[in-house]
C-alpha cells in the first residue's frame, strides 16, 4: 500500500473518531449540567425553601414559596390562553389549511417562534403594563402564551398531518361529516402527539426569564391578584445568583435544581406518552 | 332531518352549498379555525407595530445616528446602539466558530456512524440540552464557567496568543468570551439536530457511490454526503446564529455590562438583549424606555432576517436534496 493510501485511511479513522468525540461531548455537557445543579442543589434545598416567603437582602434562611405559586399562576394562564389558541390554529393548518394563507401562517408561526423572548417582553410590556400602568401576573402569561401559541400550533398541526389519510377517508366515507371527522377521529388518533408537543411548550414556557423581567416583575410577599407584580421561580434564580449574598446563591442554586429537575421530567414524560403513541402516527 | 335536505338537493347554487355547508357544521369549523390561525397573524402584526410606534422619539430624535453612535449616556440623553450592536454579533458569531465544527461533527457520527440505538439515545439526551431554561445556564456560567475562564482558559489564551489585540488586556472572567463559550453550549444542541436531520436525508446511493469509487469512509462522508446536506446545515447555523443573537439570560449573567467597544475579548461588553434586560426597569422618562424599545426593534429586525433565511435553506433542503436544482 502507498504512503498515500495508508495516509488517507489514517485520516479517515482519524476524523471519523474525531465526530465521536464531538457527540460525547455535546451528550457529556447536559451530565455535566445536570450533574453541578443536583450536586449543589441538593445540599442547599430544604423545607423552607417549599414553605417561607424571601427574606431581606443579606438575612439568611427563608424560601420561595412565593415564587413557586407565582410561576404556577402565570404559567396557568399562560397556558389557558396559548393552548387553545395554538392547538385551534393548528387544526386549521392540518385541517382546512389552503396553500397560500396556510403557508404564510405557518411561516409568520416559525418567524414569531424564532422572535428572542426578551422582544415578547417588550411587547407584553407596551400593551398591558403601560395600559394597566402596574406589573402584573396577567402581562407575564400574556407574554409567555405568545411563545406558546406558535409551538402549539405548529406541533399540533405536525402530528395531525401524521395521521393517515385512510383514517380520514373511512369516517367521511361513513357519512361523517369533516368537523365530525376531524373531531372523533383524527385528534383522538393524533392526541398523543398533540399532548406531547404540548407538554413540551409548557415545559419551555415555565423556564423563561426574559419575558418576564418586566410584566411580572418581582415580589417579596404574596400577593391576592392577578394584576400585581408577581414572584416566578426564574426571576428568583436571576436575582439570587447576581445577588453579592452567599446565602441567596445557595437559593439559586437550590430553585435552579427545582426548574431544571421539573422541566427536564417533563420532557421525558413527553417523549415517553409519544413513544408509547408511535403506531398511530406511521 | 338530513335525508329530507338530501331529497331536495337539485335547488343549488353557490350560496346555497355555502350555506349548506354552513349548517353541516363544517364551514362553522373552518371559520373558527380560521380566526384562531389569523390570531398568530395578528399578535405578530401587533407586535411589529408597537415595536415600531413605542420608538419613534429615539428614531425622530437620532435617525440612523442610533445605529452608529457608541454614546450610551441615559443621564445627558444621549443613545448610540453601536457598542451594544457590536457585542450581540461578536459573542454571537464566536459562539458559533465553537458550535459549528462540534455540532456538525457531533451531527456527522449520529447520522453516519454510530449504530441506531446509540444515535437515538444521544439524540435524546441532546434534545433535553435544548430544554435547559436560559437562566439555569446563567447560574452555570457565573458559579462555574467565569472562575474557570478567569483561572484557567483565559490566561492560558493570554500566554499563547497575546500578542494579538483580541487576546490581550486585563482579564475579569466576565465579557465577550465567557458569554461566547456559554452561548457556543446553548445554541449546540439546534445545530446538531438539524444538521442530523439534513444529513439523514441523503440518499444512501450517495454514500455508496463514493465508496465504490474508492473512497475512504471519511471521504465519502465529508466529499459526498456533507456537500449534498448543506443547505440543512447552512440552516441549522443560521437557526443557531438567530438564537444566540437573541438570547438573554445567560448572556446578561456572563457579559460584564460595559457599554463601550473594546477590542480585546476579555474585556466586560454588553449586548443588546443583556441592556434591555438590565435597564428597562430602571428608565424613565420617555426617550430612555424608547430608546431601549429601538434597541429591541434592531434585535427583533436583526433575528427575523436570519430567522426567515434559516427556515427558506431548511424548507428547500427538507422539500428536495439540495443537489437538484
Request: with cysteine; net charge positive; glycine share 8%.
Amino acid at each position: 500500500m502507498s504512503f498515500r493510501n495508508r495516509w488517507r485511511k489514517i485520516l479517515s479513522s482519524l476524523m471519523l473518531s474525531l465526530t465521536g468525540v464531538c457527540a460525547v461531548v455535546a451528550v457529556s455537557i447536559l451530565f455535566l449540567i445536570l450533574g453541578l445543579l443536583v450536586y449543589n442543589g441538593w445540599r442547599s434545598v430544604d423545607w423552607n425553601f417549599f414553605t417561607q416567603l424571601p427574606k431581606s437582602p443579606g438575612e439568611t434562611g427563608g424560601g420561595m414559596a412565593n415564587a413557586i405559586v407565582g410561576s404556577c399562576e402565570i404559567v396557568v394562564l399562560a397556558t389557558l390562553i396559548g393552548l387553545p389558541v395554538g392547538f385551534m390554529a393548528g387544526v386549521y393548518l392540518a385541517e382546512f389549511g389552503g396553500k397560500t394563507f396556510a403557508f404564510l401562517v405557518r411561516y409568520t408561526a416559525d418567524l414569531l417562534n424564532g422572535v428572542p423572548s426578551i422582544v415578547i417582553g417588550i411587547f407584553a410590556w407596551s400593551v398591558l403594563v403601560v395600559r394597566m400602568h402596574t406589573y402584573s401576573a396577567l402581562a407575564g402569561g400574556f407574554a409567555l402564551a405568545m411563545i406558546l401559541i406558535p409551538i402549539t400550533a405548529r406541533s399540533t398541526e405536525q402530528f395531525m398531518t401524521s395521521v393517515p389519510q385512510t383514517l380520514r377517508e373511512g369516517a367521511l366515507a361513513l357519512g361523517a361529516s369533516k368537523w365530525k371527522t376531524i373531531a372523533t377521529v383524527v385528534v383522538p388518533a393524533a392526541h398523543r402527539g398533540i399532548a406531547t408537543g404540548m407538554i413540551l411548550g409548557v415545559a419551555r414556557i415555565a423556564g423563561e426569564t426574559a419575558p418576564l423581567l418586566f410584566t411580572s416583575l418581582n415580589n417579596q410577599y404574596w400577593n391576592t391578584s392577578l394584576t400585581q407584580p408577581t414572584a416566578s421561580l426564574p426571576y428568583m434564580i436571576y436575582t439570587r445568583a447576581m445577588s453579592p449574598y452567599d446565602d441567596w446563591h445557595r437559593q439559586a442554586w437550590a430553585a435552579g435544581m427545582v426548574l431544571l429537575l421539573l422541566v427536564l421530567f417533563a420532557n421525558v414524560a413527553a417523549r415517553l406518552i409519544l413513544s408509547r403513541g408511535i403506531a398511530v402516527q406511521k | 332531518m338530513p335525508t329530507s335536505a338530501a331529497l331536495r338537493a337539485p335547488r343549488s347554487g353557490p350560496g346555497q352549498t355555502w350555506l349548506r355547508r354552513l349548517t353541516n357544521g363544517d364551514e362553522v369549523a373552518r371559520l373558527i379555525t380560521l380566526a384562531f390561525a389569523a390570531t398568530i397573524l395578528l399578535l405578530t402584526g401587533w407586535l411589529i407595530y408597537q415595536l415600531w410606534s413605542t420608538s419613534a422619539v429615539p428614531r425622530h430624535k437620532f435617525g440612523f445616528g442610533f445605529l452608529t453612535s457608541s454614546q450610551w449616556n441615559p443621564v445627558e440623553g444621549q443613545f448610540g446602539a453601536l457598542p451594544f450592536i457590536y457585542g450581540t454579533v461578536i459573542t454571537s458569531i464566536l459562539s458559533l466558530l465553537i458550535a459549528v465544527p462540534l455540532g456538525v461533527g457531533a451531527a456527522i457520527f449520529l447520522s453516519e456512524l454510530a449504530p441506531p440505538g446509540t444515535s437515538s439515545a444521544f439524540t435524546f439526551f441532546i434534545e433535553l440540552l435544548a430544554a435547559v431554561p436560559s437562566v439555569i445556564y446563567g447560574v452555570l456560567a457565573v458559579f462555574t464557567l467565569v472562575p474557570l475562564m478567569r483561572d484557567y482558559v483565559e490566561p492560558f489564551l493570554k500566554k499563547t496568543l497575546g500578542f494579538t489585540a483580541l487576546f490581550s488586556g486585563p482579564i475579569f472572567g466576565f465579557g465577550y468570551l465567557t458569554a461566547a463559550v456559554i452561548l457556543a453550549i446553548m445554541t449546540l444542541p439546534f445545530i446538531i439536530s438539524i444538521s442530523r436531520e439534513a444529513l439523514l436525508e441523503v440518499p444512501t446511493e450517495q454514500r455508496e457511490a463514493a465508496l465504490a469509487l474508492g473512497a475512504t469512509r471519511w471521504e465519502s462522508t465529508w466529499q459526498a454526503v456533507v456537500p449534498y446536506a448543506r443547505l440543512g446545515i447552512f440552516g441549522s447555523v443560521f437557526l443557531g446564529l438567530a438564537r444566540a443573537l437573541g438570547e438573554t439570560m445567560a448572556v446578561t449573567m456572563v457579559i460584564g455590562n460595559d457599554p463601550s467597544l473594546h477590542a480585546s475579548l476579555f474585556s466586560p461588553g454588553y449586548t443588546i438583549a443583556a441592556v434591555i434586560a438590565n435597564e428597562f426597569t430602571e428608565a424613565t422618562g420617555e426617550l430612555y424606555p424608547q430608546a431601549l424599545v429601538a434597541l429591541g426593534l434592531v434585535l427583533f429586525l436583526l433575528t427575523i432576517v436570519i430567522n426567515a433565511l434559516a427556515r427558506l435553506l431548511i424548507i428547500a433542503t427538507t422539500r428536495r436534496g439540495s443537489a437538484h436544482p
